[in-house]
């Protein structure tokens, strides 16, 4: 089974407050064909392809609960202002 390789690229971003920030991008790459230089852009995770579908599923699942959490606080704020 080929495995892949993860990796965490840092781009500087200008938010326009006059604070530096940080954007991250991630990027999976199959490692037989990564020829990426390892001094400048090491991997992350070198991950096989059931640990890439599990972590996939897990990012979703934190996403999903973010947006529940962020709705259910919404509706709370709505039925509060109507009373």
Known sequence: MDTYNLYMDEIPADEGDGDETVDVEFRVVPASGDDADDDNTPVVAGLDLVDLINLRDALSQEIDNYALTA??????AAMGQGA
């Open 71 to 76: 709705l259910e606080a919404e509706a709370t």
